[in-house]
């Protein structure tokens, strides 16, 4: 990434969120990975005046507690959260999680490519595009 | 990118346009491209129903008559856009435009590296990600324009 800022991950799949830490160390992506199981839990250290604020969120959608859209919703109405870039990483391939995904501008939709290696290949391309592209600056 | 809609692109300058454009051509990327010279225009081009809807925008931030700010604000307000991913491609380094282009919900920003080889792997790494990523398709288009985009496609 082009800020050595946290990446978010909101994912309540342990399994998952493992995979995507060992995808970022084989790609010796430097970013620390702060993982939260829900939208709710991001919510609250989002909000956490001591946290250091993510360069990037990378959401999955089905969660227990708080949902991605409902997490979208709050995040995106918020004016200091809204100008974080949200990226989706889910298995659905719903037209419809897709549309109501971007009506929240999400700054991109991945489907989780259930081999490792495209896996890898994903945050592989995650991490090029989020390093060449600015990030928004004045997150405390 | 992952569909064949058009990309458009929001740039006064003929020069840049043209080199975007080369760029696209070099890497084999086949969405066409449409080319709008500011805001203004670009919102009469994404209104007209005869006109299908753009898989993602790169935009410029300087522009006469209605500049990228102003656009994006317009666009990001309008329930039918919103959802159009939208690229800032600037030369400025301005952390006020970034902020500003950010707080508006832009997918990425930018700065347009002056290097032609620099720029073309810039576009490339774009290309890269938004064929990775999934594109909303508009369920409010009309046939009309879906049968479009297959005939896109097959070109």
């Known amino acids: ?140 | 990118m992952r569909d064949c809609k058009p990309i458009l692109l929001l740039e006064d300058d003929t020069v840049d346009a043209m080199t975007v454009k080369r760029a696209l051509k070099d890497l084999k990327v086949i969405n066409p491209l449409v080319r709008v010279g500011n805001g203004e225009e670009a919102l009469v081009y994404l209104r007209d129903d005869n006109n299908i809807k753009p898989c993602v925008i790169l935009l410029d931030l300087n522009m006469p008559k209605m500049n990228g700010i102003e656009f994006l604000r317009v666009a990001k307000a309008d329930e039918k856009l919103k959802r159009i991913p939208a690229i800032v491609l600037t030369t400025s380094k301005d952390d006020q435009d970034r902020l500003q282009t950010f707080r508006l919900n832009v997918s990425g920003f930018i700065v347009k590296p002056v290097d032609y080889i620099k720029f073309v792997e810039a576009m490339r790494i774009i290309d890269l990600y938004w064929t990775l990523s999934e594109l909303p398709n508009s369920e409010q288009e009309s046939l009309n324009a879906n049968i479009q985009t297959d005939n896109a496609c097959r070109r």
């Not at chain 1, 800020?3 to 160390?25: F, G």
């Not at chain 1, 709710?40 to 990037?56: G, Q, T």
């Not at chain 1, 501008?105 to 495209?118: F, R, S, W």
């Not at chain 1, 896996?119 to 090029?128: E, M, N, P």
Request: hydrophobic fraction near 40%.
């Open chain 1, 1 to 140: 990434m082009r800020t050595s800022r946290p990446i978010m991950l909101v994912e309540d799949d342990s399994i998952d969120a493992m995979t995507v830490k060992r995808a970022m160390k084989d790609l010796k992506v430097s970013n620390q990975l702060v993982h939260l199981a829900n939208g709710e839990e991001a919510i609250n250290y989002l909000h956490s005046e001591d946290n250091h604020k993510p360069c990037v969120i990378l959401l999955d959608l089905n969660m227990p507690k708080m949902d991605g859209f409902e997490f979208l919703k709050i995040a995106k109405s918020d004016a200091e959260l809204r100008q974080i870039p949200v990226i989706v990483l889910t298995t659905s391939r719903e037209e419809r999680d897709k549309v109501e995904s971007f009506q929240f501008c999400v700054a991109g939709y991945i489907v989780k490519p259930t081999d490792y290696k495209k896996f890898v290949d994903a945050i592989r391309t995650i991490d090029l595009y989020w390093t060449l592209s600015e990030l928004p600056c004045c997150v405390a």
